[in-house]
């Protein structure tokens, strides 16, 4: 079992970057892939990025890639996710996210952290 908290939110203006931080307590943080996931407003929670165990394969969504890059430091029991370029779309609540299986299914993750508010304006 892993408990998950977000941090990093905030206001920005388009084109500026943020950086998010997904801090883990419990066993085997290691053990678990790790995603990100976002809800807008009025929207279903839709796929952001996830990376593996050893941080050695990631997976972007089309509309973040080449903006966004996902990272996790297992020693410090953290993943990030480094967001460049942002858009008035990327507004949401970000969540983070962990599973025993490599996947960009949200059904897929057991664990997830409580949310942190991203609001981007245009």
Do not use: P
Not at 57 to 62: E, I, L, T
Request: hydrophobic content about 35%.
């Amino acid at each position: 079992q892993v408990q998950l908290v977000e941090s990093g939110g905030g206001l920005v203006q388009a084109g500026d970057s943020l950086r998010l931080t997904c801090a883990a307590s419990g066993r085997s943080f290691s053990s678990y892939h790790l995603g990100w996931f976002r809800q807008a407003r009025g929207k279903e929670r839709e796929f952001v990025a996830t990376i593996n165990w050893n941080g050695g394969s990631a997976v972007y969504a089309d509309s973040v890639q080449g903006r966004f890059t996902v990272s996790r430091d297992n020693d410090k029991n953290t993943m990030y996710l480094q967001m460049n370029s942002l858009k008035f779309e990327d507004a949401a609540v970000y969540y983070c996210a962990a599973a025993d299986s490599f996947s960009t299914w949200a059904r897929k993750y057991a664990y997830w952290g409580q949310g942190t508010q991203v609001t981007v304006s245009s």
